[in-house]
């Protein structure tokens, strides 16, 4: 199953417009990982500053982690993944999906060794539920009926001060693997609104077909 560009195109936009709590100094991590472990799941990803000059590779930046209606943002370029940051990663009693996790957790890794653990990568979930749009956004429309932003992808992630588009791109994004975590756990593989989508745009090339026909059997 496969979502097209034209179908997303009519769904509505969606982004994150919850709590968001944002960690710039290492000695406030502590009190954040409190809260976070009241959480079973948490949406997870990460973001790092893009490199435009071969061979130029950056650390990751930032640390996204959400809940329903709260996400935490670690400003991983100014804290450093701490040794307790590391062992609440490494928690298996918390569920973490993410998507395509595999380099994140490298990354991570870079920083402070540790045992991923509770990570959930939701390509692996796709594919065992029939869903071959393997991006964020294709993902979310298809599953979730909904349409993200990805404009903030290339901006610098190690900026003096992040911008609030910054932040909520990066806080839609892990509370949208959330999302469709709940959703495949749930059992929903396609949404309502990309049937409708698919079916609106289906009526549409019927009528032009319909009406191009007719023009030519009028001349």
Request: aromatic share 6%; net charge neutral; with cysteine.
């Amino acid at each position: 199953m496969r979502v097209s560009n034209e179908e997303i195109d009519l769904l509505p936009l969606s982004q994150y417009d919850g709590e968001i709590s944002l960690i710039s100094k290492a000695k406030e991590i502590p009190a954040a990982i409190e809260e976070m472990r009241q959480c079973a799941v948490l949406g997870f990803d990460t973001e790092t500053r893009p490199a435009f000059t071969r061979g130029c590779n950056y650390k990751v930046a930032l640390l996204q982690l959400s809940s329903e209606h709260k996400t935490w943002l670690f400003r991983l370029c100014k804290t450093g993944l701490t040794a307790e940051l590391a062992q609440f990663l490494e928690r298996t009693d918390i569920v973490k999906p993410g998507l395509a996790i595999r380099d994140d957790l490298r990354g991570l890794c870079r920083l402070t060794k540790f045992t991923p653990g509770g990570f959930v990568d939701l390509q692996t979930i796709a594919a065992q539920n029939g869903v071959e749009d393997m991006s964020l956004k294709k993902m979310a429309a298809h599953v979730l009926g909904v349409r993200v932003s990805k404009r903030q992808r290339l901006t610098n992630w190690e900026a003096e001060t992040l911008t609030q588009g910054q932040m909520t791109y990066a806080a839609t994004d892990s509370w949208i693997s959330l999302l469709i975590y709940n959703a495949f756990r749930s059992g929903v593989t396609e949404s309502p609104a990309v049937v409708a989508a698919r079916q609106q745009i289906a009526a549409k090339q019927q009528a032009e077909t319909q009406a191009e026909k007719k023009e030519q059997e009028q001349q």
